[in-house]
């Protein structure tokens, strides 16, 4: 039985079998929705208008709705027998705590009854997906943006920065920005996600992105027959990606952090990190970002210029959306067979702290 992967995002959770040439077999949302236990005979299943998120800003918050959705995702989705569970490989998310990790391994071994645990940061195991073990990943998710230089597939934690800025961020920009002008229309965050990932663009330069005042206004209509007009406001969600001032933040652009974090590693190690940046997590798929970012790179300061790296022709196209999925599924074929991972006899042995020593 080959070895579960899992990739759980605020927004979208990543699982299959490890099998890397292969996109995951699920990707679902991570938000749930609670049941209402119905004591009469109604066959039909009521849900409560009531949102849970077991992920924030990356991190496990609700341990309760984690463990429902990783019980659909292991048994129904998946295909586990309750008794013959497998083994298991999670996705961390730069600077993890250490309690979350321990949590997270206990949960697996004293419910799950796993065979076996690995976990791996997410850094890392984006660049094994494009074929590297040295380089930076620049990694926009739905909660947060991580930066993270890695060396001989480890990250460098001193230099590596974690921004509490994301795509909920962009969306409610968004939605500010599209309420200013559409002032009549109700608009839901859901309405706002969706028109998020079918507008937003961002503008070639700085340049450009002033000339989007006079733009061209597109109308839309929603599900329920509102009309939305839809102008500048599609090219501020990217601008505010490299002018975080937009949203009201004294930070510098994503290009010019990269370039700033990677002066505090040794010098030495600047072009291998430079010239092998990745670029990972949802809201790097946005259209025209790929271009800006290369654009925004040839000007930087930096006497070494920061240089995408493709993913191989074999890969998806879309691979930035779930490239830490495909690492971890190259790392299990690697960590489960030669038994580098977490055993239950070394669970029961040490207890939850065995994570540090084996997972690293």
Same mark, same amino acid.
């Given at each position: 039985?080959?070895?579960?992967?899992?990739?759980?995002?605020?927004?979208?959770?990543?699982?299959?079998?490890?099998?890397?040439?292969?996109?995951?077999?699920?990707?679902?949302?991570?938000?749930?929705?609670?049941?209402? #236990?119905?004591?009469?005979? /109604?066959?039909? !299943?009521?849900?409560?208008?009531? !949102?849970? #998120?077991?992920?924030?800003?990356?991190?496990?918050?609700?341990?309760?709705?984690?463990?429902?959705?990783?019980?659909?995702?292991?048994?129904?989705?998946?295909?586990?027998?309750?008794?013959?569970? %497998?083994?298991?490989?999670?996705?961390?998310?730069?600077?993890?705590?250490?309690?979350?990790?321990?949590?997270?391994?206990?949960?697996?071994?004293?419910?799950?009854?796993?065979?076996?645990?690995?976990?791996?940061?997410?850094?890392?195991?984006?660049?094994?997906?494009?074929? =590297?073990?040295? %380089?930076? !990943?620049?990694?926009?998710?739905? %909660?947060?943006?991580? &930066?993270?230089?890695?060396?001989?597939?480890?990250?460098?934690? &001193?230099?590596?920065?974690?921004?509490?800025?994301?795509?909920?961020?962009?969306?409610?920009?968004?939605?500010?920005?599209?309420? $200013?002008?559409?002032?009549?229309? /109700?608009?839901?965050?859901?309405?706002?996600?969706?028109?998020?990932?079918?507008?937003?663009?961002?503008?070639? #330069?700085?340049?450009?992105?002033? $000339?989007?005042?006079?733009?061209?206004?597109?109308?839309?209509?929603?599900?329920?027959?509102?009309?939305?007009?839809?102008?500048?406001? =599609?090219?501020?969600?990217?601008?505010?990606?490299?002018?975080?001032?937009?949203?009201?933040?004294?930070?510098?652009?994503?290009?010019?952090?990269?370039?700033?974090?990677?002066?505090?590693?040794?010098?030495?190690?600047?072009?291998?990190?430079?010239? /092998?940046?990745?670029?990972?997590?949802?809201?790097?798929?946005?259209?025209?970002?790929?271009?800006?970012?290369? $654009?925004?790179?040839?000007?930087?300061?930096?006497?070494?210029?920061?240089?995408?790296?493709?993913?191989?022709?074999?890969?998806?196209? /879309?691979?930035?959306?779930?490239?830490?999925?495909?690492?971890?599924?190259?790392?299990? $074929?690697?960590?489960?067979?030669?038994?580098?991972?977490?055993?239950?006899? #070394?669970?029961?042995?040490? %207890?939850?702290?065995?994570?540090?020593?084996?997972?690293?």
């Amino acid at each position: 039985m080959e070895a579960l992967v899992v990739d759980a995002g605020s927004k979208l959770l990543k699982a299959g079998a490890a099998i890397p040439d292969q996109s995951p077999a699920m990707i679902i949302p991570s938000q749930m929705k609670r049941m209402v #236990d119905d004591a009469s005979d /109604n066959p039909t !299943t009521v849900f409560e208008d009531v !949102t849970l #998120d077991p992920i924030e800003r990356g991190f496990i918050k609700d341990w309760d709705a984690m463990e429902d959705l990783l019980r659909y995702v292991v048994y129904t989705g998946l295909g586990w027998e309750e008794g013959n569970e %497998g083994n298991i490989l999670f996705t961390d998310p730069l600077c993890t705590p250490k309690a979350i990790r321990e949590q997270l391994v206990q949960l697996m071994f004293e419910t799950f009854n796993v065979s076996g645990f690995y976990a791996s940061e997410q850094a890392v195991l984006s660049l094994y997906a494009v074929g =590297r073990i040295s %380089g930076c !990943t620049v990694d926009i998710g739905h %909660g947060k943006i991580d &930066i993270a230089p890695v060396l001989e597939g480890a990250v460098q934690h &001193i230099a590596s920065k974690r921004f509490e800025l994301g795509g909920t961020d962009l969306t409610k920009l968004f939605a500010q920005e599209l309420g $200013k002008y559409n002032p009549s229309v /109700n608009l839901s965050m859901s309405d706002v996600e969706t028109l998020k990932e079918q507008y937003a663009n961002c503008a070639e #330069d700085e340049v450009a992105y002033e $000339k989007t005042q006079n733009c061209e206004i597109e109308q839309h209509t929603l599900p329920d027959g509102q009309v939305i007009s839809i102008g500048r406001e =599609r090219y501020s969600v990217g601008e505010a990606l490299f002018q975080p001032s937009i949203l009201g933040l004294e930070e510098h652009g994503i290009v010019e952090q990269l370039v700033r974090i990677i002066s505090t590693v040794s010098s030495e190690n600047h072009r291998q990190l430079l010239e /092998n940046t990745v670029l990972c997590g949802g809201t790097t798929s946005m259209t025209g970002f790929e271009g800006r970012f290369q $654009k925004e790179a040839s000007l930087c300061s930096s006497a070494i210029r920061p240089t995408l790296v493709k993913p191989p022709e074999y890969m998806s196209e /879309n691979l930035g959306l779930y490239s830490a999925w495909i690492g971890g599924a190259i790392l299990a $074929k690697v960590v489960f067979p030669q038994n580098q991972h977490v055993t239950k006899a #070394d669970y029961d042995e040490t %207890g939850p702290s065995v994570v540090h020593r084996k997972c690293f």
